[in-house]
T-cell receptor, first 110, second 115 residues
């Protein structure tokens, strides 16, 4: 089955700086790559996703890039704000067997 | 109010007892999932179901069982065979019937503690 690795496990940035989280996947058949944000004590929520026929996708301060050849994808958050502090999970799937990375705890210091 | 509901939110059980976690959705989604969340290990897939009366094992299915008799419901039973059942359990659903699932909608989770 799919194996997703995520780095770093923790990330601390100053408010206004950029944050980058990277993931690799093992199954070349995977074609859907979402990112979820989980705030403390809350359920994970989708923040952005990308499909394998697209190399990059942006939504305001958030962007995701996908390199199918290298089998890795990344989340980029620009102009970070304290409310961006949370745990972020990447995931990959071909069909309904979605696998998640171990998560990155992002702390944005004011 | 549409959504996905898990119950109970907190559950305690003694070793050797089976326990069933409830997951109900009124989003008319075809697919449903169970994940286990442990600190530092992300979300690990236990079981998933793409359609009523059908389900597949995930990566850590041993010691768990599920049923999908109704579209709205996907209960998870943690059996006494599960060696380390203390964890946070998340149920999710998605609308996809074929191909990749699209967005997963998560419940608020159930925290199981084995005493």
């Amino acid at each position: 089955g799919e194996n997703v690795e995520q780095h770093p496990s923790t990330l601390s940035v100053q408010e206004g700086d950029s944050a980058v989280i990277k993931c690799t996947y093992s199954d070349s058949a995977s074609n859907y790559f979402p990112w979820y944000k989980q705030e403390l004590g809350k359920r994970p929520q989708l923040i952005i996703d990308i499909r394998s026929n697209v190399g990059e996708k942006k939504d305001q301060r958030i962007a995701v890039t996908l390199n199918k050849t290298a089998k890795h994808f990344s989340l980029h958050i620009t102009e970070t704000q304290p409310e961006d502090s949370a745990v972020y999970f990447c995931a990959a799937s071909e069909f309904h067997d979605m696998r998640f990375g171990a998560g990155t705890r992002l702390t944005v210091k004011p | 109010d549409g959504g996905i509901t898990q119950s109970p939110k907190y559950l305690f059980r003694k070793e050797g007892q089976n326990v069933t976690l409830s997951c109900e959705q009124n989003l008319n989604h075809d697919a449903m999932y169970w994940y286990r969340q442990d600190p530092g290990q992300g979300l690990r897939l236990i079981y998933y179901s793409q359609i009523v009366n059908d389900f597949q094992k995930g990566d850590i299915a041993e010691g768990y069982s599920v049923s999908r008799e109704k579209k709205e419901s996907f209960p998870l039973t943690v059996t006494s065979a599960q060696k380390n059942p203390t964890a946070f359990y998340l149920c999710a659903s998605s609308p996809g019937t074929s191909g990749s699932p699209g967005e997963l909608f998560f419940g608020e989770g159930s925290r199981l503690t084995v005493l």
